[in-house]
């Protein structure tokens, strides 16, 4: 069997996975940085740090899942099939990295929720008169 067209295959679809893994993360973390300020009330180290390890998690498990389903199985050996391939595994990929960005960005806001939830002041009780 030639493999030509697999290889040609993977030299197209690495590159756009790869590519794409980039380009997702960049945006996600270059514009998170806000959140995580607010989320951790302006202490710049540990907002950076967390923001740097989310994004370090996000490259791994995306560049991790690229890689598991990187096979092509063309079974005619022709340009026909291969397109269609590439097609529905970089249509896959690009719907995962989207449900990727949607699950981090639940996170952010759900971070923020909660830091705004620790800054409500406890306001006790009023002492109630009894009569006696």
Known sequence: MDTTKILIGYAVYLPIALLLTLYVSK???RNSKIYMLDIFKGR???AFAT???FETG????NIGFA??????????NNYQELVE???YKIGSFSIYLGLMLFINLYFFFRGKRKAKE???PFM???????GQ
């Open 67 to 76: 890689l598991m389903i990187l096979k092509i199985n063309i079974y005619n």
């Open 51 to 53: 923001n740097k390890l």
């Open 85 to 87: 391939a590439l097609s």
């Open 58 to 61: 996000f490259y791994l498990l």
């Open 118 to 120: 620790g800054m409500k």
């Open 27 to 29: 945006t996600l973390f």
């Open 124 to 130: 006790p009780e009023p002492a109630r008169f009894t």
């Open 44 to 46: 710049e180290e540990i």
